[in-house]
């Protein structure tokens, strides 16, 4: 069973299980999480657990959601990634095993050609 836990500046504010069926998300008292925040909109996202893995669909909403920093309109969620609507993050945990993305170790190995093609594409991007 997955679960959500919402912070505000890494404070917890919610956790919460998600069970077969929709949660909405926004400012509005109807939703099911609603966050006040006048950057989320009122009708702003839903979380998705039927038939296939839980996914996040965004609401045509003003600002945007975005998971793991890249704005989605409709997104599959894996352990650990993190939602950010507004100034709210979302940590979805798969099976009660919770690492936040951010605070899993991002160490990556780069050969002598990664480093050459990452500094080729910085000068052509300062030249221009």
Do not use: W
Not at 64 to 82: A, F, K, P, Q
Request: aromatic share 6%; charged share 25%; net charge negative.
């Amino acid at each position: 069973m997955s679960k959500i836990i919402i912070s505000n500046n890494k404070n917890e504010l919610e956790e919460m299980v998600l069970t077969e069926g929709t949660v909405t998300i926004g400012r509005n008292k109807e939703n099911d999480i609603q966050i006040d925040d006048p950057s989320v909109s009122a009708h702003h996202a839903k979380l998705v657990s039927f038939f296939k893995p839980t996914y996040i669909q965004d609401l045509q909403s003003t600002n945007g959601t975005y998971v793991n920093s890249r704005r989605v309109m409709e997104h599959t969620l894996e352990h650990g990634d993190i939602v950010t609507i507004g100034k709210h993050s979302i940590y979805f945990c798969k099976d009660n095993e919770f690492t936040p993305a951010q605070q899993q170790d991002h160490t990556v190995e780069l050969s002598s050609r990664d480093i050459s093609m990452i500094l080729k594409k910085e000068n052509q991007e300062s030249t221009s």
